[in-house]
């Protein structure tokens, strides 16, 4: 997904204190470590031009400025699999050495990416440097079907979303109609988000959701449309300050309580730890503890760097930092999940009528 230009932001504004902290923290210990004449190489598991590029291309500028030596910074794209390419080349072949590190996206800490017969790595065993949240989704319905959704006697709300899975914003709808009872109902096959727009601009749907990096002015027009809940950043935990969502609640604080049972509580988890968009920074597993300081320090003082600030706001509206134990955090949550709250939601979804179809693998031609 790629990112938009800003409209308003509270990007990294709020990591002074917290890089004036982890500095002093990690100092000493990185004092003896030093890249001067060496070249540093960051992977990412998708072509050029996404947002995981372009993430990583921006951290490339600064960490080339913030590691001590001042190394050459340089950009590996190994795209394939869905990032399994790049994981599985960074967890088995990379040496432990810090000349190479990842830029990865929040699909590839899920565990329903990673553990399938061909993936060969495992990200809680990665030496985790710091993340960049950029935000989470939002739910729209058109101003004429905001009545409908909670009234069982009008017609269904039709609910817009991609082919396949749904984003994960767009499973907002998915809990709505399971546990507030929406009348609601699903419409997929749309290829992407500029589909969905003129979607639900013409009336086909009324409903959806979009990433808050694609809010556009059209859909803060309040006689056309409300804004009715957020997924919230910081793994659903706090609002976004994104412009047009001012106010608009969290979805979690108005289904939470409603789940009851181990396992449909456990997916929930899951898709709101899943919620937020993100971008994180690793080093390979068993990396020494002062290539690993020095690497978080380089990363804090990115994050405070003013030029910094001005190129993320550029980039993306609204800009976050999870610090390495966060991140952490959040691997260690989402691996603990058992196979059952995996696969509660996706069942969830088939029961309300969504056909979920995979994509057939292509035959290889007899030679």
Same mark, same amino acid.
């Given at each position: 997904m790629p990112f938009l230009a800003p409209v308003v932001s509270r990007p990294v504004a709020a990591a002074v204190p917290l890089a004036l902290a982890l500095l002093c923290g990690v100092s000493a210990q990185a004092q003896d470590v030093t890249? $001067?004449?060496?070249?540093?190489?960051?992977i990412v598991g998708s072509t050029p031009g996404g947002s995981t590029d372009a993430s990583a291309r921006l951290l490339q500028r600064f960490f080339g400025k913030h590691l001590p030596g001042k190394?050459?910074?340089v950009v590996s794209n190994r795209p394939g699999a869905k990032g399994l390419t790049a994981q599985n080349y960074f967890a088995q072949q990379v040496?432990?050495?810090?000349?190479?590190?990842?830029? $990865?996206?929040?699909?590839?800490?899920?565990?329903?990416n990673y553990r399938v017969p061909q993936s060969k790595?495992?990200?809680?065993?990665?030496?985790?440097v710091g993340g960049l949240d950029i935000g989470g989704s939002f739910l729209i319905v058109r101003k004429d079907q905001v009545a409908a959704l909670t009234d069982k006697s009008k017609p269904p709300v039709a609910m817009g979303s991609v082919t396949g899975v749904p984003r994960s914003g767009m499973n907002m709808t998915g809990w709505g109609i399971k546990?507030?009872?929406w009348n609601a109902k699903w419409v997929a096959g749309y290829r992407g988000t500029p589909e969905i727009m003129l979607a639900l601009e013409r009336g086909e749907i009324g409903m959806t959701s979009f990433a808050n990096q694609e809010m556009?002015?059209?859909?803060?027009?309040?006689?056309?449309y409300a804004i009715l809940y957020q997924s919230g950043i910081n793994a659903g935990q706090a609002p976004a300050e994104t412009k047009g969502l001012e106010g608009v609640p969290l979805f979690a604080s108005a289904v939470e309580s409603k789940i009851t049972g181990k396992i449909p509580k456990q997916a929930f988890e899951y898709w709101r730890a899943i919620s937020s968009i993100i971008k994180w920074v690793a080093l390979p597993p068993n990396t020494?503890?002062?290539?690993?300081a020095t690497y978080r320090g380089a990363f804090t003082r990115t994050i405070s760097d003013p030029e910094f600030k001005?190129?993320?706001?550029?980039?993306n509206e609204e800009v976050t930092i999870i610090k390495a134990e966060d991140l952490e955090k959040q691997i260690k949550d989402l691996a603990e999940m058992p196979p059952e709250a995996f696969s509660y939601m996706l069942a969830m979804l088939k029961d309300q009528g969504l056909k979920i179809v995979k994509s057939k693998k292509k035959k290889k031609k007899k030679e």
């Open positions: 890249f $001067a004449r060496k070249t540093v190489t960051i190394p050459d910074v040496k432990p050495d810090g000349l190479t590190i990842l830029v $990865a996206s929040g699909s590839q800490i899920d565990p329903t790595y495992d990200p809680t065993t990665y030496t985790l546990y507030l009872g556009k002015r059209e859909l803060l027009d309040k006689n056309k020494p503890a002062n290539i690993a001005v190129l993320s706001k550029k980039m």
